[in-house]
């Protein structure tokens, strides 16, 4: 049997910033910016997507500067426009939001102590659950795959916004989707078809 392909689409992490290194979440769409080395990823993906040859048709991002930063030197080695589209954003933090894990054990260890029991269902002030993450990214590739019928794309966004398509391409369960190793500036590809998709590869780094 052939099965006809939707969509295929290239899933391409930020590059590292100062809050990579520091493990802290953060959700803020301005900052931080990429660092040396984030620069220094996406510049060794750019190039590994020209080189390779990809067939491109359209480049989306999330708002977030990071993101923005790299997908500009992406659409400018493969020399293409991008898009932005603002529920490609990474899951909010509420008020852990610039926190490392280290400090938020020490300024809300009963609210960690709850995320430690329900960690599925939690959500700090003002943030997002993991369902409701996921169902936000999973509506936002919905309609883009129906935008693009037989297209190619590259989507360039958050670590954990890639863990959340790949669990759902996969259909793995919530509690493990972040175990799914999504490094910055590596990349990621999914084909979708009409009642499947095919994880072809992921957190594929160049050399």
């Known amino acids: 049997m052939i099965y006809k392909r939707k969509c295929k689409i290239t899933f391409i992490s930020h590059g590292a910033t100062i809050n990579t290194e520091e493990n802290r979440l953060f959700d803020d769409e301005t900052y931080p910016a990429l660092n040396a080395t984030g620069k220094y990823e ?14 491109i048709d359209r480049i989306y991002s ?14 400018q080695k493969v020399k293409k426009d991008f898009e932005t589209l603002n529920d490609l954003t990474s899951r909010k933090s509420g008020i852990w939001s610039g926190l490392s894990y280290d400090e938020i054990e020490l300024k809300y260890p009963k609210m960690l102590d709850e995320y430690h029991m329900n960690p599925e269902n939690f959500c700090p002030q003002g943030g997002e659950t993991i369902p409701d993450f996921n169902k936000r990214i999973s509506d936002c590739i919905e309609s883009i795959i129906e935008k693009n019928l037989y297209k190619r794309l590259i989507i360039i966004t958050h670590p954990e916004v890639i863990q959340s398509v790949i669990a759902s391409a996969l259909n793995i369960p919530v509690k493990n989707q ?30």
């Not at 999330?62 to 500009?72: C, M």
């Not at 190793?181 to 590869?201: C, H, K, N, R």
Request: aromatic share 14%.
């Open 42 to 55: 996406i510049e060794k993906i750019a190039e590994w997507v020209k080189n390779k040859g990809l067939k």
């Open 62 to 75: 999330s708002p977030a500067l990071r993101t923005i930063q790299s997908a500009g030197i992406i659409a």
């Open 178 to 207: 972040f175990k799914v190793y999504i490094p910055t500036g590596s990349a990621s590809q999914i084909s979708y078809y009409e009642d499947f998709s095919s994880l072809v590869y992921s957190a594929y780094l160049p050399i």
